[in-house]
């Protein structure tokens, strides 16, 4: 994930120096990839908790 933000932050610094209406183009992209992959972790995170709770309760 480290990686990933070092990534990241190169490119937004790199996209700085171009046209103001790419960038956003390029940060909006970005914006629903991130949310995609919160949703994801989001949905992993309560299967696990739903799986503690059946594994406490057994």
Do not use: C, P
């Not at 994930?1 to 932050?9: E, F, Q, S």
């Not at 696990?48 to 057994?58: E, H, P």
């Amino acid at each position: 994930m480290g990686r990933i933000a070092v990534v990241y932050l190169s490119f937004v610094s790199k996209t700085n120096g171009t046209i103001r209406g790419g960038y956003m183009r390029q940060q909006r992209r970005w914006r629903n990839r991130h949310e995609s992959v919160a949703i994801a972790n989001k949905k992993h995170s309560r299967n696990r908790v739903l799986r503690d709770n059946l594994s406490t309760t057994t």
